[in-house]
């Protein structure tokens, strides 16, 4: 692991000083990985801390490994932006983090090839996935604008978020489109050299890229005032006659806002892509998307007429899309036609999209994926495809309708049949790692039994690392046919081989995940505790272990102490442990209406001053009714048969 992180970020040293036309700004640069730590990295200058995470105890996915090399090049972004220059107050963060998360990104992009020592895949699609994470905390009602006013130390803390990392990053992304490389780093250049080692605000940044983006016309205040300062996220979807043939067809990208809540719509610089009926893309055209409802143009179908359009080829712009029905209905028969894996993955992303906004039922969504998941070539666009489809099960699939389509059976068999011909590490990696995660049922607990005991020949060529191990006990521990002797022995052979601290923790949730009732009260009690001399990081564990899919019918007694103590628990204890409690111990229930009540009756009685209690409710409020939608149009509109 050290020597592909060390040799990326001498090559990101190198990089940057290129770049930026500065050279490093210190003397010395140590990597320090610091256990149970509360983040994933820190900046301090000349010395980073990173999360103990990142040191690898088995093969990783290409998604990982991806994460590893962006989250060092990260801090090391640091070291000019936020180190050489720094931010005079919190109402900035965003430009700290956008700022170093982007070009971090466009930093890997070109060292990449470079890099001996391993292999990155592309990072244009781990900067897609931040942006739709952006999106999707863009339209909660605690979204907040890219810039977002601070008022203290205390309220900084919850802008630590996915606008202030990703959606700020989408900009700059978007930003440079717009204004072009050379410009972006000339800007750079001239911020470093005026600001180095004082404070500096927006404005000094903006005044930079207005006098480097000059010839290209950029205008910092209107751009300011669009991305910066008002909050939500533009859907936008293609207008079009699939019949048309003439010179000039019209095609008409009409925007919205995603939340009414938040209606400002916003210029942005596109690719618009026209697909033949072999899913090649024949034409791209450069549209800049004008702020208004409408942006009209016209093209030549007299000699080609489009079998599919797509918006925003090459996820150049934040912005949420929507695909007609003509282009729908093509991409879902023809998904393993198309050749860019980006571009497969941006209409993933929307089919999944549409999941989240109930134009596509969750179980026809994941029966695309049934259908289509082992003819996907590329280990960075099918972990995507499987983190979709994990949320999905887990969220927006009624129990009923996941058990009459046999949905995760379905899946844990494709899974094994892909598996078992795969011959990429990292690959296999992340095809275990989501075997695991699907395996429900005696049946499956009875495979992954005999597959950690060594009597399954069909997967002797997947090595079973130590953090494989503890998943695929976790998983049999929630059998009811193994018997308990078995599965202590399974927890006393595994705890022997894994003397880390990791493997404490997770002798404790599973001590805890087979507690009798009598345990259980007393398990409970030490939540609420005062006096609870265990880490945050081993609580956690307990509470996993405590409210385990197989302990849902013996936490529903717990439930009312659970809403009844949350505001307490934030009174008493710091925000990291109540965040714990808060995701860790809620209900497993589909009963949104009650649970919904019981969320808003405590946010009504909690005050200003306990901001992550009051953002953590509002938003398991509008997760909770986005849900009860999903199932009720899931239960309504599946077309996919039994």
């Known amino acids: 692991m050290t020597t592909p992180m060390f040799e990326t970020l001498f090559e990101g040293i190198k990089f940057f000083e290129d770049f930026f036309k500065v050279p490093f700004p210190f003397s010395k640069y140590d990597s320090i990985f610091c256990p149970e730590y509360n983040v994933g990295a820190m900046e301090n200058p000349g010395a980073i801390t990173f999360n103990e995470s990142l040191v690898w105890r088995e093969a990783k996915t290409k998604e990982q490994i991806l994460i590893l090399g962006i989250v060092v090049l990260h801090e090391l972004c640091h070291m000019w932006f936020g180190n050489l220059v720094t931010m005079k107050w919190w109402d900035d963060l965003w430009l700290n983090e956008s700022f170093a998360q982007y070009v971090s990104l466009h930093?890997?992009?070109?060292?990449?090839?470079?890099?001996?020592?391993?292999?990155?895949?592309?990072?244009?699609?781990?900067?897609m996935r931040g942006t739709v994470m952006a999106?999707?905390?863009?339209?909660?009602?605690?979204?907040?604008?890219?810039?977002?006013?601070?008022?203290?130390?205390?309220?900084?803390?919850?802008?630590?978020?996915?606008?202030?990392?990703?959606?700020?990053?989408?900009?700059?992304k978007?930003?440079?489109?717009?204004?072009g490389e050379e410009a972006f780093s000339r800007?750079?250049?001239?911020?470093?050299?005026?600001?180095?080692?004082?404070n500096a605000e927006l404005t000094d940044f903006l005044g930079a890229l207005e006098e480097a983006g000059s010839d290209q016309g950029f205008q910092a205040q209107p751009w300011k005032a669009s991305w910066l300062q008002t909050a939500g996220v533009n859907e936008c979807i293609p207008e079009w006659d699939p019949n048309g043939r003439s010179a000039q067809e019209k095609v008409v990208i009409r925007q919205t806002a995603a939340v009414a809540a938040y209606p400002t719509l916003r210029q942005n610089r596109i690719y618009l892509a026209f697909f033949d009926e072999e899913g090649k893309v024949y034409q791209k055209h450069n549209v800049l998307v004008t702020n208004q409802e409408e942006t009209v143009s016209h093209y030549d179908f007299s000699q080609k007429a489009?079998?599919?359009?797509?918006?925003?080829?090459?996820?150049?712009?934040?912005?949420?899309?929507?695909?007609d029905e003509k282009s729908r209905d093509f991409f879902l028969g023809n998904l393993a036609k198309i050749e860019e894996q980006l571009t497969r993955s941006i209409i993933w992303v929307t089919l999944w999209n549409m999941v989240r906004d109930t134009h596509l039922s969750a179980v026809d969504f994941i029966g695309v994926v049934i259908d289509n998941i082992s003819l996907e070539t590329d280990p960075s666009v099918l972990s995507l495809i499987l983190n979709y489809t994990s949320v999905g099960l887990e969220a927006y699939v009624p129990v009923e309708q996941a058990q009459q389509y046999l949905l995760r059976e379905k899946l844990f068999n494709v899974l094994r049949t892909m598996l078992i011909s795969e011959k990429d590490l990292p690959t296999i990696t992340m095809l275990k790692r989501y075997l695991i995660a699907f395996a429900r049922g005696e049946d499956a607990y009875d495979y992954l039994h005999r597959w950690i005991s060594g009597s399954l020949d069909e997967f002797s060529h997947v090595?079973?690392?130590?953090?494989?191990?503890?998943?695929?006990?976790?998983?049999?521990?929630?059998?009811?046919?193994?018997?308990?002797?078995?599965?202590?022995?399974?927890?006393?052979?595994?705890?022997?081989?894994?003397?880390?601290?990791?493997?404490?923790?997770?002798?404790?949730?599973?001590?805890?995940?087979?507690?009798?009732?009598?345990?259980?009260n007393e398990i409970w009690a030490s939540f609420l505790d005062k006096s609870n001399q265990l880490s945050v990081k081993d609580v956690a564990k307990v509470m996993e272990g405590f409210n385990d899919i197989s302990n849902a019918v013996r936490s529903e007694g717990f439930y009312p102490e659970y809403f009844k103590n949350l505001k307490n628990i934030y009174q008493e204890k710091d925000k990291d442990f109540g965040n714990q409690f808060f995701t860790l111990l809620a209900p497993l229930n589909e009963r949104f209406d009650e649970n919904i009540q019981l969320y808003g009756e405590v946010l009504s009685n909690t005050g200003e001053e306990l901001v992550w209690l009051k953002r953590k409710l509002q938003?398991?409020?509008?997760?909770?009714?986005?849900?009860?939608?999903?199932?009720?149009?899931?239960?309504?509109?599946?077309?996919?048969?039994?």
């Open 135 to 172: 999106m999707n905390e863009d339209q909660k009602p605690t979204t907040h604008p890219i810039a977002a006013d601070c008022l203290n130390t205390k309220q900084s803390e919850t802008n630590f978020d996915a606008i202030t990392y990703h959606k700020g990053c989408a900009v700059l």
């Open 463 to 520: 090595d079973l690392g130590v953090d494989t191990k503890w998943s695929i006990i976790a998983t049999i521990f929630r059998s009811v046919n193994l018997p308990l002797e078995r599965k202590l022995e399974l927890l006393s052979k595994q705890e022997a081989e894994d003397k880390t601290d990791f493997g404490k923790k997770m002798k404790l949730r599973l001590e805890t995940q087979i507690a009798d009732d009598t345990k259980r």
């Open 619 to 642: 938003d398991e409020i509008d997760n909770l009714q986005r849900r009860k939608r999903a199932h009720e149009f899931s239960r309504t509109n599946t077309r996919r048969k039994l």
């Open 107 to 127: 930093c890997l992009a070109r060292v990449s090839p470079r890099i001996q020592s391993i292999k990155y895949s592309d990072p244009a699609l781990l900067q």
């Open 187 to 198: 800007a750079c250049t001239n911020y470093f050299t005026k600001f180095k080692w004082s």
């Open 174 to 179: 978007q930003l440079m489109f717009l204004i």
């Open 306 to 323: 489009p079998s599919a359009i797509l918006i925003n080829y090459g996820d150049q712009a934040y912005m949420k899309i929507r695909l």
